[in-house]
């Protein structure tokens, strides 16, 4: 099968009909970082579907400057949550990106294609790549080279190559010591049988935020959910955004064969990884297909699918009997993950779990103060690698963040993906920012300092 008909409807080209569902009304722009950053119509939604437009009728080559119109989209589907006229951007972005796949570099194709099939799957690569980067940080600790604040753009003041390598040295976060997951955590309470929930670790989530997955899993069990830690492999987000679809759909058969032999919920610490596991009935055609063989993959993707949770679906800390004797913090912010939020249609549960943790720690006497973050479902300008391949424009995104965060004077701001946590981390090392950036789970976890 042709790479362009596993995305969409699209068949070999990108959809008109599609692309003349948006009327260019514009109500989309307040919604885009990076129309908000540039201030260019042609980094906007309405702007990439004229774009591509031009494209589908072919009176533009996808080369050159539209290209990279549509690489710098962030893919946060701000503009779709915003769209009165139910533009569907995604199917729309995602019919492009085997079109952005073939403008690139074939020097860069290659890379990102071996990093994709050979190194994220690679488990005992990425641990061991993490216990070197450890050793390294160890030895040459970050400091920052002055306590005044200044905003993310004012510390770019070098070269742009310079600019670029000061920021891919902020992307990476403290790694933290790696502890391989029990094939099983029982839970404290007695659980029914069908309580059990599966935990998907994740590839790079695992190693650069593996307290996460641990703390993720000991909150379950205390509300009576015993855990299991199956094998897996990495999700396929990143190759999918990517355009590179064979790596996508070879990785998604390879997780559905592994958890068809499980039971139970499979919980996601991850909302770039549950977007993406949410999604994997797309890759396989429709139910409705001709061909048995994708007609049946199709079938199983939807079962192994309807079982992805996002932690922030099945965590409560009503649920956990133990008392909250710990504040994590006097004041919290949380800024939402365009992957849940956007993605998933998620938004209630994760201010719902913070409020429930305040409630617990009111019980105990201590506080807890919820502080609303502005434009809190605007994009931080991670985006899987985009950060890396535009990152000018990531640090434009980002710089408008950290000063709405800034404005809050919170402690802490939590999310619920590794990609903005490394993201606002970089932000805050580069502003000289004091907020501490952390996981949703890991800071109810806090709250529990026997479990930590």
């Known amino acids: 099968m042709p790479e362009n008909q596993v995305i969409s409807p699209v068949t070999g080209k990108l959809d008109a009909d ?28 309405r702007g990439r ?78 641990i061991t790549g993490g216990k070197v980067f450890r050793l390294f ?26 600019n670029r390598l000061k920021a891919y040295a902020a992307f990476v976060p403290k790694i933290p010591k790696y502890y391989p ?30 307290q996460v997955n641990h703390a993720t899993a000991r909150l379950l069990t205390m509300q009576g959910c015993p855990v299991e830690r199956s094998d897996q492999t990495c999700c396929g987000a990143l190759a999918y955004h990517a ?96 992957h849940l939020a956007h993605a998933q249609g998620i938004r209630n549960e994760p201010k719902e779990i913070l409020l429930a943790l305040r409630e617990k720690l009111a019980e105990s006497g201590r506080s807890l103060n919820l502080v609303e973050l502005k434009d809190a479902e605007h994009c931080c300008g991670s985006a899987g690698i985009y950060n890396v391949i535009n990152t000018e424009l990531s640090m434009e995104v980002l710089n408008r963040k950290m000063e709405n965060i800034d404005d809050t004077g919170a402690e802490f701001v939590v999310t619920t993906n590794p990609g903005c946590l490394l993201q606002l981390n970089a932000g805050a090392e580069l502003s000289n920012s004091p907020v501490e950036v952390m996981h949703l789970a890991e800071f109810v976890s806090r709250a529990y300092p026997e479990f930590r």
Request: net charge neutral; aromatic share 8%; charged share 20%.
């Open 49 to 126: 579907i004229y774009l591509l437009s031009l494209v589908e009728k072919g009176e533009l080559p996808f080369a050159g400057e539209t290209a990279e119109h549509i690489e710098s989209c962030l893919g946060c589907l701000g503009c779709q949550t915003a769209c009165p006229s139910g533009v569907r951007y995604e199917e729309i972005l995602n019919g492009a990106r085997p079109y952005l796949k073939r403008a690139r570099p074939k020097w860069l194709t290659a890379l990102l294609r071996l990093g994709f099939s050979q190194v994220l799957p690679n488990y005992w690569l990425l």
């Open 181 to 210: 997951h029990p094939k099983r955590r029982d839970a404290s309470l007695s659980a029914p049988a069908d309580a059990v929930h599966q935990l998907f670790s994740g590839c790079v989530m695992d190693v650069l935020y593996n």
């Open 243 to 338: 355009g590179e679809i064979d790596i996508a759909r070879k990785l998604a058969k390879e997780n559905i064969e592994k958890f068809e032999k499980t039971e139970g919920k499979i919980v996601v610490t991850s909302a770039g990884c549950g977007a993406m596991l949410k999604e994997y009935p797309h890759l396989f055609g429709s139910e409705t297909s001709k061909d048995e063989a994708e007609n049946s993959w199709h079938m199983r993707a939807q079962a192994f699918s309807s079982r992805v949770r996002d932690v922030v679906e099945v965590l409560s800390p009503r649920k956990i009997a133990a008392p909250a004797t710990q504040s994590p913090a006097l004041s919290v912010a949380y800024h939402a993950a365009c």
């Open 18 to 45: 599609l692309l003349a569902s948006c009327i260019h009304c514009g109500l989309c722009l307040p919604a885009c970082p990076t129309y908000q950053a540039t201030g260019r119509e042609s980094e906007s939604p």
């Open 137 to 162: 940080q160890s030895m040459f600790p970050k400091r920052k080279e002055n306590a005044d604040r200044v905003s993310v753009l004012d510390s770019m003041t070098g070269s742009a190559f310079l």
